[in-house]
């Protein structure tokens, strides 16, 4: 549930060091990459060097590459790029918004759950349209999911929502993008996974800040919209049984004008 506010955000973009050792227990290893690369693949050039924003652990990046394209992974957490160094050679420290390449340089940009946390989602827009080759592609992951409701996340999601989550979709993110001329071309289903959510673990999730969304959140923000969602969950029954649910994200396209 990584959130940020749209528009600008915090000008340095979000640094996922603090999370970085449970990073991959808490949002999926490199099975997540796995089930979204087959439907990544058809909107991908093949011959042209890809670039992955926030590449974090490498999660995504690792199984692109071993359908065999040419992958360079960035990311603004060294101790993020610690662990996907043991699964990617092209890695390098730096900001989504301030891109270190040439113009041209990429035939596709990738950002899996990252657009939300990078500081200046405009100058990202044509930090990409900078790099991005004729007629090339941007793929945007949502860090939102769409999912069948339980009653853990029916409340748990709430929160997400209220703390400004989900404009990362094309429905708002399209209008970020097509100043800097990268059109939306549609949008598309990734595999759904399965697991379960009791609300004592949404519970100690919350506490232990484990989503970035939370990360920053002062006293008062905290007592008037996290506390209710907290407290909502605790009077639940049957606290430590896992809820079965159906989840799934969503890719977006868009495609440089020049194309």
Same mark, same amino acid.
């Given at each position: 549930m990584d959130s940020a506010t749209g528009g600008e955000g915090n000008a340095a973009g979000l640094s996922f060091d603090r999370i970085a050792d449970r990073y991959e227990e808490t949002r999926g290893g490199v099975e997540r990459g796995v089930r979204y690369v087959p439907t990544m693949l058809p909107f991908i050039d093949m011959s042209r060097p890809v670039l992955e924003v926030g590449v974090g652990t490498g999660a995504v990046a690792s199984p692109l590459a071993e359908a065999g394209l040419d992958v360079v992974g960035l990311d603004l957490s060294p101790e993020m790029l610690r662990v996907?160094?043991?699964?990617?050679?092209?890695?390098?420290?730096? @900001?989504?918004?301030?891109?270190? #390449?040439?113009?041209?340089? #990429?035939?596709?940009?990738v950002?899996?759950?990252?657009?939300?946390?990078?500081?200046?989602?405009q100058r990202l827009a044509g930090e990409v349209a900078r790099v991005l080759s004729t007629g090339g592609r941007f793929l945007v992951v949502s860090s939102t999911p769409d999912q069948d409701g339980t009653d853990v996340t029916d409340i748990a999601y709430g929160l997400a929502r209220?703390?400004?989550?989900?404009?990362?979709?094309?429905? *708002?993110?399209? *209008?970020? !993008?097509?100043?800097?001329?990268?059109?939306?071309?549609?949008?598309?289903?990734? =595999?759904?996974? *399965? @697991?379960? !959510?009791?609300?004592?673990?949404?519970? =100690?999730?919350? *506490?232990?800040?484990?989503?970035?969304?939370?990360? @920053?959140? @002062?006293?008062?923000?905290?007592?008037?919209?996290? =506390?209710?969602?907290?407290?909502?969950?605790?009077?639940?029954p049957e606290q430590d049984r896992g809820r079965p649910r159906h989840q799934w994200h969503v890719l977006s396209v868009y495609r440089s004008a020049d194309g």
């Open positions: 996907a160094a043991g699964r990617l050679d092209s890695l390098v420290c730096g @900001d989504g918004s301030r891109l270190p #390449f040439a113009p041209g340089a #990429f035939g596709t940009v950002a899996v759950w990252a657009v939300h946390v990078i500081g200046d989602t209220d703390l400004g989550r989900g404009w990362d979709r094309s429905a *708002e993110l399209a *209008e970020v !993008l097509r100043p800097a001329g990268l059109m939306w071309e549609g949008d598309h289903r990734l =595999e759904p996974w *399965e @697991d379960s !959510l009791s609300p004592a673990a949404a519970i =100690e999730g919350i *506490e232990q800040r484990i989503w970035s969304m939370l990360w @920053d959140l @002062d006293q008062p923000t905290w007592d008037a919209v996290v =506390e209710p969602v907290a407290a909502r969950l605790r009077a639940l």
